[in-house]
């Protein structure tokens, strides 16, 4: 599970790139019980999406050539620096070299060597999102990779992950978990793209989930706002309701009603 004490190699903080970010406002409050507030002029453009005052993730438009909208999951590091070596190393690419946000943090952004890509975040006087695995919070991330082998050895490399592979129906889903942690402490999965995915034109990325009260609900809400279902509500054993959506700019994310604890 999730928890803002993040430890090193855990999702820390997650932002949106958008063509329209006055747009990508007015769904994601729609759709979630979220607020947004603008980072000020001097943060060109960037801002944040809140929940009762607490920072939940954060918005901004593209500043790369050959953008596209995304969701893009942060790690957290203790040195950007040595990461970005370690990601060359590795074999990655690397986006854009790591630069001080302010007196916030440290941030750098990469590929991994299948085509995901994802960012570190090196916390000074912002730690991370407020909050997580609440409703209408990060509680969960997915890479699909069109070489899930080859991401695992990556990412292995990078951030010294710990792997378990848990069968869910007829496949084997690739549990993550930062070093140290338990099995209390994963954070996310790496799932490999079947070859009906990537004829239709699926590349490798990140996927956050977003926990929520009522799945079938927050799939609603967000298709009256323009949003595609691409995976409808589904019940999965032993992990919950979700739903997978494409935003009205093509970002995609899911959501998700988790088990009770203990059940």
């Given at each position: ?12 903080w997650l932002d949106l790139t958008s063509p329209d970010t006055a747009d990508s406002v007015a769904f994601y409050t729609g759709v979630f019980d979220w607020t947004y507030a603008s980072a000020g002029p001097e943060a060109g ?92 919070s990060l509680c969960w991330t997915e890479c699909y990779s069109v070489d899930a082998e080859a991401a695992k050895a990556f990412y292995r490399t990078v951030f010294a992950w710990q792997e378990q592979d848990v069968p869910i ?95």
């Amino acid at each position: 599970m999730l928890t803002t004490p993040y430890r090193p190699g855990a999702p820390n903080w997650l932002d949106l790139t958008s063509p329209d970010t006055a747009d990508s406002v007015a769904f994601y409050t729609g759709v979630f019980d979220w607020t947004y507030a603008s980072a000020g002029p001097e943060a060109g453009g960037y801002g944040f999406f809140r929940q009762d005052g607490r920072t939940v993730a954060a918005l901004g438009p593209f500043t790369e050539s050959h953008a596209r909208p995304a969701w893009t999951v942060y790690f957290r590091t203790l040195d950007a620096d040595r990461t970005t070596d370690l990601v060359r190393q590795a074999g990655g690419r690397v986006r854009f070299t790591p630069f001080n946000v302010f007196t916030s943090g440290r941030m750098a952004g990469y590929t991994d060597p299948t085509g995901a890509d994802f960012a570190v975040w090196q916390p000074h006087d912002v730690h991370g999102l407020d909050t997580v695995t609440e409703p209408g919070s990060l509680c969960w991330t997915e890479c699909y990779s069109v070489d899930a082998e080859a991401a695992k050895a990556f990412y292995r490399t990078v951030f010294a992950w710990q792997e378990q592979d848990v069968p869910i129906g007829e496949a084997l889903y690739t549990v993550l978990t930062p070093p140290g942690g338990g099995t209390a402490d994963a954070h996310g999965g790496i799932v490999q793209l079947g070859p009906e995915q990537t004829a239709a034109g699926t590349s490798s990325h990140w996927l956050p989930y977003f926990e929520v009260a009522d799945v079938d609900a927050r799939l609603a809400a967000a298709e009256r706002l323009g949003a595609t279902v691409r995976i409808p509500a589904t019940d999965v054993h032993g992990v919950g309701r979700l739903g997978r959506l494409v935003d009205p700019h093509g970002a995609v994310f899911a959501v998700i009603t988790s088990p009770p604890p203990g059940t």
